[in-house]
């Protein structure tokens, strides 16, 4: 990792937004130097960007180099040759995932990158976190379905429907991926514990959150972004009108990606 992309990558995992290391970057700034350097006329144009938790953390470097430092002595997240990250202003296989547009400043995986570095067909599964019996059967077929056919299934990790898919894909030793709303030590739902560590050693693990970075709920909005738009095709088991599946139906419409309903 590069100077300016290692920069990015502290202030990232200290707090500052997408969007001001964005713009530093876009506007070939030294991150930490504009951040909390001294040139006035230089800060204030960078200041206008900010965000209000931005302007809160660029008031102290003192604790930014003490954060910085702690991460430095503790970087075995990188060091784990599991983990790639990929930055949004190289050239890479998120690419032919989402646009650029909705693509975060860094995305982290572990696991098999074969699954989005390779041309895959990939299906998002999705649905209600309390299927109904019913609809857990169906939903088993569909999956069985996709994964003799080759597809890559993609759900977000959720109870019911999203677990359901991870579980049976890998089941049937066929390929997932499973896009995290937090980053690979914070697991939510705690109960999928061991279903990531099962994923991380045969299919894949995705997430726009790096180890230091803490979830919330834009965080899960996020997920279904990437669920929506990194599909050839989505199949929606179960929902209602209020949910996180209805959140990405639409974002997958807007996409416009084939859209399949079980009934």
């Keep these: 990792?590069?100077?300016?992309?290692?920069?990015?990558?502290?202030?990232?995992?200290?707090?500052?937004?997408d969007?001001?290391?964005?713009?530093?970057?876009?506007?070939?700034y030294q991150p930490i130097d504009v951040i909390f350097g001294n040139d006035s006329f230089i800060n204030l144009q960078v200041e206008q960007h900010y965000t209000k938790k931005d302007n809160e953390l660029a008031k102290d470097?003192?604790?930014?180099?003490?954060?910085?430092?702690?991460?430095?002595?503790?970087n075995d997240f990188l060091d784990d040759e599991n983990v790639k990250l990929y930055f949004k202003y190289d050239k890479n296989a998120?690419?032919?995932?989402?646009?650029?547009d909705k693509q975060p400043?860094?995305?982290?995986?572990?696991?098999?990158?074969?699954?989005?570095?390779?041309?895959?067909?990939?299906v998002s599964i999705i649905g209600t976190r309390k299927p109904n019996e019913d609809f857990i059967k169906k939903g088993r077929k569909a999956i069985k379905n996709y994964v003799n056919k080759g597809f890559v299934t993609v759900s977000g990790l959720a109870e019911g429907i999203d677990t359901l898919t991870h579980e049976v894909t890998l089941e049937l030793t066929g390929k997932t991926i499973a896009v995290l709303p937090?980053?690979?030590?914070?697991?939510?739902?705690?109960?999928?514990?061991?279903?990531?560590q099962d994923i991380s050693e045969k299919g894949l693990l995705l997430s726009a959150m790096g180890p230091y970075e803490h979830a919330y709920k834009s965080g899960f909005l996020e997920r279904n972004t990437y669920v929506a738009a990194m599909c050839d095709e989505?199949?929606?088991?179960?929902?209602n009108l209020k949910s996180g599946t209805m959140?990405?139906?639409r974002k997958a419409s807007a996409l416009g990606k084939k859209i399949y309903y079980l009934d």
């Design 1 to 17: 990792m590069n100077n300016t992309r290692a920069q990015l990558y502290l202030l990232k995992q200290y707090g500052f937004s």
């Design 94 to 100: 998120i690419d032919k995932l989402l646009p650029r």
């Design 234 to 239: 989505l199949l929606v088991v179960q929902t």
């Design 247 to 249: 959140n990405t139906l």
């Design 182 to 196: 937090t980053n690979f030590i914070e697991i939510y739902p705690k109960k999928n514990i061991k279903l990531v």
């Design 19 to 28: 969007s001001i290391l964005e713009y530093i970057f876009e506007s070939n």
């Design 105 to 122: 400043l860094f995305f982290y995986a572990k696991g098999n990158v074969d699954l989005i570095e390779q041309d895959f067909k990939r």
């Design 61 to 74: 470097y003192h604790l930014f180099e003490l954060f910085a430092r702690n991460v430095k002595n503790k």
